[in-house]
């Protein structure tokens, strides 16, 4: 057990360094738009949830071309992603496709 916990801590990627600190802040994030799921989806923009998506499924790509590999980092932005397109979903079917 130990030995992991060493490990984890001595990784290149870890809570030593920035690359374990800036996705897990970025958390935040992803988070921030699971709390909107319950909004009206109405009040959601195009833009900001493009731009989520976009950012996520780019970022997503790239963690596995840096070196060390961010599983983190690849988390995080697998969620932006997913939340984003599930929010663009939203909207499009309230625009395009309901009665309102």
């Known amino acids: ?32 738009n699971v709390s909107d799921f319950r909004k009206p989806p109405e009040t959601l923009s195009y833009p900001q949830q493009g731009v989520i998506a976009v950012t996520g499924v780019i970022w997503s790509r790239y963690c596995f071309v840096i070196t060390p590999w961010n599983l983190n980092l690849f988390g995080v932005n697998a969620a932006m992603a997913c939340t984003g397109l599930y929010q663009l979903g939203r909207k499009l079917n309230y625009d395009y496709f309901s009665d309102k």
Do not use: C, E, Q
């Not at 030995?3 to 802040?25: E, N, Q, V």
């Open 1 to 32: 057990m130990r030995s992991k916990l060493r490990s984890l801590w001595d990784h290149p990627a870890g809570p030593r360094t920035i690359h374990f600190w800036a996705p897990t802040f970025k958390w935040g994030l992803s988070i921030a």
